[in-house]
Nanobody, 126 residues
């Protein structure tokens, strides 16, 4: 699976951005889909995930209630709507997929995902 992330940019604190990820899949049926982010000097951090089989959504504590993950199966697109952005949200954001259903205990682990996009930079100014 090839993933192409886009939509990053520079935004002021409190603003919003929507990241997009185009996937070369026939369908997202049975997939687990996620967004991670990385800041310099830090490990990649789990942001959000969606399990297609039951539409369950999971979020990292730092983005809960501000970010929303969604999928458009017809367009083969994954989205991350980011509201109330903070300077600490500054990072390179990556979309990732796995063609099977992940249990909740594993869905936030980057080593569970088999395909990764190239990343898109999000910079939030204070």
């Amino acid at each position: 699976v090839q993933l192409q992330a886009s939509g990053g940019g520079l935004v002021q604190a409190g603003g919003s951005l929507r990241l997009s990820c185009a996937a070369s899949v026939r369908t997202f049926n049975s997939y687990s889909i996620a967004w991670f982010r990385r800041t310099p000097g830090k490990e990649r951090e789990f942001v959000a995930a969606l399990r297609w089989s039951d539409s369950a959504r999971y979020y990292g504590d730092s983005v809960k209630d501000r970010f929303t993950i969604s999928v458009d199966n017809a367009k083969k697109m994954v989205y991350l709507q980011m509201n109330g952005l903070k300077p600490e949200d500054t990072a390179v954001y990556y979309c990732a997929t796995r063609p099977t259903r992940l249990l909740p205990a594993y869905i936030n682990r980057e080593d569970m995902y088999t395909s990764w996009g190239q990343g898109t930079q999000v910079t939030v100014s204070s």
